[in-house]
Every structure is written in structure tokens, then in C-alpha cells.
Nanobody, 124 residues
């Protein structure tokens, strides 16, 4: 189990950039697949991006592919989401999540640890 704390959200104009960070506690960070999800008002939580244990495998939602980049630093127990060319439809609360699994990619229900979320607002 890991505890996750997100940071880096805020208000940005369309076309701008933000970098989200997620700090994890615990000794097993490198054994967790890490991911970012988001939830817009009135909508269900949706997958954004995932990264495997050593960063060798990456997955992105089609809606963010080419604009967002997920990365991790196992020495620092952090995972980041660089968001470029932001659009108003990217407005949401962004959550960091961890899955303690041996297979990649995890099923959505295998993400057992979640952060509290950070708000991202993109103005038009």
C-alpha cells in the first residue's frame, strides 16, 4: 500500500501547460504500476495515462495522446504528468493512482490506492 499526494494543479489558459506531480510514501513504490485519472463535473472518472514499474511501458487515453506525458522517478517515489496544449475539455480533478500488480496493464479495479486529487481548470 502507498499513500499518494498530488500537487501542481491550477488555472491555465487554453494552449498552456501544467505539470502535475504525485508523491508516494512507502517502500514498494517501484512495484506499483502508476496512473493518472480525471473526473470532470457531472462525468465519470476516466483513465488518462499509466506507466509500468520501470517506465518501459506507457499508455494514454486517445484524448490526451501526443499532448500529455507520464513519467516516474523510482528513486524519488514520484510520478508526474506533463500536460501541454491544454484544452477546456481537460478541466477536471486529476487523481494519481497505484496498482500493486504483476501484470501490465492493470484492470481499472486493480488500482487500490488513490490520492485526494488536484483541480485543473483550463479557460478558453
Amino acid at each position: 500500500q502507498v499513500q499518494l499526494v498530488e500537487s501542481g494543479g491550477g488555472l491555465v489558459q487554453a494552449g498552456g501547460s501544467l505539470r502535475l506531480s504525485c508523491a508516494a510514501s512507502g517502500r514498494t513504490f517501484s512495484r506499483h504500476v502508476m496512473a493518472w485519472f480525471r473526473q470532470a463535473p457531472g462525468k465519470e472518472r476516466e483513465f488518462v495515462a499509466a506507466i509500468s514499474w520501470n517506465g518501459g511501458s506507457l499508455d494514454y487515453a486517445n484524448s490526451v495522446k501526443g499532448r500529455f506525458t507520464i513519467s516516474r522517478d523510482n528513486a524519488e517515489n514520484t510520478v508526474s504528468l506533463q500536460m501541454d496544449s491544454l484544452k477546456p475539455e481537460d478541466t477536471a480533478v486529476y487523481y494519481c493512482a497505484a496498482a500493486y500488480v504483476t501484470g501490465y496493464p492493470p484492470r481499472l479495479d486493480q488500482y487500490g490506492d488513490w490520492g485526494q486529487g488536484t483541480q485543473v481548470t483550463v479557460s478558453s
